[in-house]
């Protein structure tokens, strides 16, 4: 159960959501051309257009968090330092957020490794940075972490979400404004603690 929330909790989280995206996302997102708020968006509006739940469209938005509220600089991989994001950025979104929010962003890490394993064209596609910062995460996973990372709750959702972090990497994307999320954010936030709705319901 995350904690239970009021509205001057709620308007506080909103406005350090804008703050962390409006001031600390300028950062490049590790070796690619674009910066840590550009790839938070567009992951953000996939997520959206291919129909995912509110949740999952957070989990999109937020799931680097862990990056903006640590001190290791834009490109630890580059150092050989796991910054271990997904675990911070979590256990942040964890404090507010229901677990079909905060539990995709746990796994993202894990569901790169668990895509390795298991998807011969996966690595192909994977961006340099990405492939660096693998090896630092432990490689791709054995077949025992492969049939344990499938008995997590949210182990499809993390799948989704790593695929959509994958493909948000478009320099050239249109892009929404941070606060166009706003609505959506408070709609996870009010969200039901069992939900593990991948697919927006109300378009079906
Ligand atoms: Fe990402």
Redesign the pocket.
């Known amino acids: 159960m995350h904690p239970p929330r009021h509205l001057l909790e709620s308007v506080q989280l909103l406005a350090e959501l804008s703050d962390i995206y409006g001031v600390r996302a300028h950062g490049r997102y590790g070796l690619s051309q674009v910066t840590q708020r550009m ?1 938070a968006i567009q ?1 953000a509006s996939l997520a959206q257009a291919q129909g995912f739940a509110p949740t999952l469209v957070v989990a999109a938005l937020l ?2 968090i862990g990056h903006m509220v640590h001190d290791l600089g834009e490109h630890p991989a580059a150092e050989g330092i796991d910054d271990h994001h997904e675990a911070i950025g979590s256990r942040w979104l964890a404090r507010y957020f229901p677990p079909s929010v905060s539990e995709p962003v746990r796994l993202h890490v894990a569901a790169k490794r668990y895509l390795c394993a298991t998807d011969k064209s996966y690595i192909d596609k994977l961006s340099r940075d990405s492939i660096e910062s693998l090896a630092l995460q432990g490689g791709p996973m054995s077949a025992s972490e492969v049939a344990a990372f499938q008995t997590e709750q949210f182990w499809r959702h993390a799948i989704a979400l790593r695929r959509l ?1 994958d493909a948000a990497k478009d320099p050239d994307a249109p892009l929404l404004a941070f606060e166009a999320f706003l609505p959506l954010i408070e709609t996870a936030l009010g969200a039901d603690d069992e939900s593990i709705a991948l697919m927006d319901e109300s378009r079906r």
Do not use: G
């Open positions: 790839h992951c799931h680097d972090d």
